[in-house]
């Protein structure tokens, strides 16, 4: 049980350190950790780099179970902050399908990156040495720890109704020799929502958690590898990325099942 709590939190670390990765590859934030405001100020590029090294140094010192709550703790707080102050205000000034719930993906995923940071952070035992320190950053942002799973579930579920507002759209995903593609599409979304509501409300928890993340991972397995290889460029690397998102998403709802120690908020 022990090795599979570890690899989860090194599938969150790994997922970071990715999104770092990429970011240097192609000279620009991922628009799911900063959105592409028409704005160009001196130094974007350099910023850039800086920010992706940080990720980078921050998955891998996750990955490798060094000051991981710590860091834990900080990606998680500036994670919501770019979620709270960035990715919405861009989507009400900039993006003209508001509206419209799919609009909001990258939004959602980063409040998922933000969750998971803070299940990570909770995975911990209260009391453990793991580079946490009593500085006030640490104690403010550790309260955040049980809201980890409700930020993370409100992506699922959020992704969940998506799948029945724009199922035909999101069927193309199915690989062609499944068949059935309509009713896979669904029965995901409604697995994602079912999945995502109990867990919030901690009914049959670690059963939902497990189940949420043998789905993501069988997606990772069937779905997005597959993708990633047939076209690993287009969108800069949207597919790639895809592959640690997933990654990363099982992971988290890995440790919600069996690594995440919180007591229940609602």
Not at 40 to 50: H, N
Request: contains cysteine; positive net charge; hydrophobic residues 55%.
């Amino acid at each position: 049980m022990e090795i599979l709590i570890k690899t989860a939190r090194i599938s969150y670390g790994v997922m970071i350190a990715a999104l770092g990765v990429q970011q240097i590859f192609y000279g620009n934030f991922r628009p799911v950790i900063l959105p592409p405001w028409p704005i160009f100020f001196p130094g974007q590029l350099y910023a850039t780099y800086t920010a992706s090294f940080v990720l980078i140094l921050a998955g891998l010192f996750i990955a490798f179970n060094n000051k991981a709550r710590t860091i834990s703790l900080v990606l998680g707080g500036l994670f919501l902050l770019l979620t709270v102050f960035c990715q919405i205000p861009y989507e009400f000034k900039y993006d003209k399908y508001v509206m419209y719930l799919g609009s909001w993906a990258f939004a959602f995923k980063e409040l998922a990156f933000a969750g998971g940071a803070f299940v990570v952070a909770g995975s911990f035992p209260v009391g453990q040495k793991n580079g946490a320190t009593k500085m006030w950053l640490s104690e403010l942002l550790g309260k955040l720890i049980p809201f980890g799973s409700v930020f993370f579930c409100m992506t699922m579920i959020c992704f969940g109704v998506d799948h029945f507002l724009y199922t035909k759209g999101i069927s193309v995903l199915v690989p062609a020799w499944i068949p059935g593609a309509i009713f896979w599409t669904r029965f995901a979304g409604a697995a994602l929502i079912g999945s995502g509501i109990t867990i919030i409300l901690r009914i049959k928890l670690k059963l939902s958690a497990l189940l949420l993340a043998l789905m993501i991972f069988l997606w990772l397995i069937v779905l997005h590898i597959p993708r990633a290889i047939a076209d690993p460029y287009s969108l800069q690397g949207n597919e790639i990325s895809s592959v640690f998102e997933a990654f990363g998403f099982s992971g988290i709802a890995y440790l919600i099942a069996y690594g995440y120690h919180t007591k229940k908020i609602f």
